[in-house]
């Protein structure tokens, strides 16, 4: 239980264009889902958090007009990167937290690779 | 602001050795503390967990211990198997319930030899 996915696990797109990333809570409902960008051997770094029907709490220094995100139920959230650009290729990850008692637990995704030509 | 620094990576041990890795970290308040391991084209999974000064959080053969005086949570395993070759994060939670906001720490990759 608890499989978080997400889709696609990699992509290649061309400069300004936009791509959307899906995260599904699979087997579970998650009210607060994360998503997380990695740059290769350093560690994740959050990027916002998404709440189901509300706007997306942003991280400092994370641009909420280039990377888009929007939680429509409580088992998909997505994020949009738009007008890609070189610098936004990474490896993008989501969790989806599990309510348990009083105890939150953050399931996380596989990952998704953007590589932006 | 919170931040997590765990030892430099990365980490080769034969089969059936000793593993610490080092993590320690600096928060306001009183953080919960996490080990994440990630295999090889995996999400993260959580390892283990400690809620609160001197817990032992213990998973698999690992176990950490929260450290308040000294803001260690080391991830120890007695004898490690080829099947623990992985990247292990250290991370620290602040925020309230159900906004539990993970600090990660650079991570860690693990390699066993047989």
């Known amino acids: 239980g608890a499989v978080v996915s997400q889709h696609p696990s990699w992509v290649i797109c061309k400069s300004g264009t936009s791509v959307k990333i899906e995260c599904r809570s699979l087997d579970f409902q998650a009210t607060t889902m994360f998503w997380y960008r990695q740059f290769p051997k350093q560690s994740l770094m959050l990027m916002a958090t998404s709440n189901e029907g509300s706007k997306a709490t942003y991280e400092q220094g994370v641009e909420k007009d280039k990377f888009l995100i929007n939680h429509a139920s409580l088992t998909l959230s997505t994020l949009t990167v738009t007008s890609a650009h070189p610098e936004d290729s990474s490896f993008y990850i989501c969790?989806?937290?599990?309510?348990?008692?009083?105890?939150?637990?953050?399931?996380f995704g596989p990952g998704t690779r953007l590589t932006v030509l | 602001g919170d931040s997590v620094t765990q030892m430099e990576g990365p980490v080769t041990l034969s089969e059936e050795a000793f593993l610490t890795i080092n993590c320690t970290y600096t928060?306001?308040?009183?953080?919960?503390l996490f080990w994440y391991v990630q295999y090889p084209g995996e999400g993260l999974q959580l390892l283990l967990k400690?809620?609160?000064?001197?817990d032992k959080g213990s998973n698999k053969g690992f176990e950490a211990t929260y450290r308040k005086e000294t803001t260690s949570f080391h991830l120890e395993k007695g004898s490690v198997q080829v099947s623990d070759s992985a990247v292990y994060f250290c991370?620290?939670?602040?925020?309230?319930?159900?906004?539990?906001?993970?600090?990660f720490g650079q991570g860690t990759r693990l390699t066993i030899n047989p």
């Open positions: 991370a620290l939670s602040s925020g309230i319930q159900g906004a539990q906001k993970l600090v």
């Open positions: 928060a306001t308040g009183y953080p919960s």
């Open positions: 969790s989806a937290t599990l309510t348990s008692g009083n105890t939150d637990t953050q399931y």
């Open positions: 400690a809620t609160k000064a001197d």
